[in-house]
Nanobody
Framework: QVQLVESGGGLVQAGGSLRVSCAAS??????MAWYRQAPGKQRELVAS???????NYADYVKDRFTISRDNRKKMVYLQMNSLKPEDTAVYYC???????WGQGTQVTVSS
């Protein structure tokens, strides 16, 4: 079973940047994805990347967020630029559809 550990979250001002990371134990999923869950809202899919490098992004993060992966290191990253207060959420990595969730990493964007 793949275990996922997210890290790299923090507090950043609007317009700033942050990179969150996900470490996978065992084999990585063919498609790795980032999700987020804001307070009082459902978890939503933010970005995904296949082993072949195909990426997909939610409309509200296109041109601001970039997903990448290092299969050798079993790491997945989400570079987030031009952050907005509405990006505040707990960010998780997982498969599509998702399996067991990690603890996530909190990203807070202040206005």
């Amino acid at each position: 079973q793949v275990q996922l550990v997210e890290s790299g979250g923090g507090l950043v001002q609007a317009g700033g940047s942050l990179r969150v990371s996900c470490a996978a134990s065992g084999s990585m999923f063919n498609v790795m994805a980032w999700y987020r869950q804001a307070p009082g809202k459902q978890r939503e899919l933010v970005a995904s990347m296949s082993t072949l490098g195909t990426t997909n992004y939610a409309d509200y993060v296109k041109d601001r967020f970039t997903i990448s992966r290092d299969n050798r290191k079993k790491m997945v990253y989400l570079q987030m630029n031009s952050l907005k207060p509405e990006d505040t959420a707990v960010y998780y990595c997982n498969d599509i559809p998702p399996s067991s969730w990690g603890q996530g990493t909190q990203v807070t964007v202040s206005s």
